[in-house]
């Protein structure tokens, strides 16, 4: 009696301390000038002047040794519109601002690519196929930028993505400042949350494919579940080595709304949630849950970083990939414990019932 009496209150104690957890929101955060983005404000630099890629960006000239191009919302530079930032990978994007602990400083320029954001394929890199010169319009660029949104979901700035004359792939590393002080490499084990707004493009929404893909990465750069959305707007999940799953829950192109991943590494589930602003209505709708504890179908491991993935080009029924726009990224991770196995779960109930069984008395 005793025995089971101490492996129920071995279980109990378990279950009741399933989960600590730690929230954050920076690194990506809100893509404000104090989480680490570069944006013009009146026709200026909030943070530092950057003598090597500003320089260029400003006169168009690769004497310097950079040979990026200069789309023409990408200023500082004279064709410039003054609400977009450079491309990300040209600049420590994430890696300064006082937000969330961080080390302050401001903006530095970085030979390109060697930051926290790295292109794969496309976007920056076919920009620089033509430098020094560019000769798209301000419809044809291929980038991610940090962008002064006059309508954000919080603060005054969000990040865009566009993929005009080519798809592009991006990796973004995940830092301790993302994970609220925990390095990323040690969340194998835990549960990974990430939610985040979204507002898509209504460019695209006569192709009905799959037009933005977010993977979650593992330490080997291996995608362990990826969430995105068709042209039109409505949200898809994929496994890893399986096909886009459409679900019926549609964004609007109007407002924000807000998609929530959890991914178990240590049961290897994932679970997807979402709260979809109509345009009808212009209200956002309640939390849905699309997956519950999903297995992934592999054996995951830490999560350390996100890929990007745009569609661009020539797309279906002659839609057009143009601004896609993210804001609020807030992690948690959370401690959990493996499901305990079915005798287990026997032995909790049996130690239930004898606990609440009538004693007989002496």
């Known amino acids: 009696m005793k025995i089971l009496e101490r492996r129920f209150c071995l279980y109990a104690c378990v279950i009741g301390a399933i989960f600590w957890s730690h929230d954050a929101h920076a690194y990506l955060g809100s893509f404000e000038e104090q989480d680490g983005y570069r944006v013009p404000m009146n026709g200026q630099i909030l943070s ?18 950079y040979t990026g191009v200069v789309p023409l919302g990408a200023y500082p530079n004279s064709l410039g519109d003054g609400t977009n930032g450079p491309d ?6 994430g890696q300064y601002g006082s937000n969330n ?13 060697t930051g926290l954001w790295q292109v794969l394929s496309g976007g920056r890199l076919y920009e620089d196929a033509t430098a020094p010169y560019y000769y798209g319009s301000q419809y044809d660029r291929n980038q991610i930028v940090a962008y002064r949104n006059t309508m954000p979901h919080s603060g005054s700035q969000t990040l865009n993505l566009m993929a005009s004359d080519q798809s592009f792939s991006y990796r973004y590393s995940m830092d301790s400042r993302d994970y609220d002080g925990i390095t990323p490499s040690s969340t ?5 949350q990430m939610s985040f707004w979204v507002k898509p493009s209504d460019w695209d929404d006569p192709d009905t494919g799959n037009m933005m893909g977010l993977s979650l990465l593992d330490a080997a750069n291996q995608p362990v579940f990826e969430v995105g959305y068709t042209g039109d707007n409505f ?14 829950y549609q964004m609007g192109t109007l407002g924000w709304s807000e998609i929530t991943v959890a991914l178990d590494t240590l049961n290897n589930t994932a679970t997807l949630g979402i709260s979809a602003y109509n345009d009808g209505s212009s209200l ?8 519950n504890n999903q297995s992934l ?26 601004i896609q726009s993210f804001e609020d990224f807030n992690f948690a991770i959370t401690s959990v414990i493996p499901v305990p196995e079915p005798g287990g779960v026997l032995l909790l109930i049996l130690g239930a019932a004898l606990l609440h069984a009538p004693r007989r008395r002496a």
């Open 48 to 65: 530092a002047y950057l003598a090597g890629d500003a320089q260029f960006y400003l006169n168009n000239n690769s004497a310097n040794g």
């Open 88 to 93: 990300v990978t040209r600049y420590n994007a």
């Open 101 to 113: 602990s961080g080390p302050g400083g401001g903006a530095e320029d970085i030979t390109d690519g």
């Open 188 to 192: 194998a084990g835990l549960q990974v």
């Open 235 to 248: 949200l898809q999940y994929r496994m890893v080595g399986g096909t886009w799953q459409t679900t019926p």
């Open 284 to 291: 956002l709708g309640s939390s849905s849950s699309v997956l």
């Open 297 to 322: 179908g592999l054996v995951s491991g830490a999560i350390t970083g996100l890929q990007w993935d745009l569609r661009g080009g020539a797309l279906d029924n002659g839609a057009v990939s143009y």
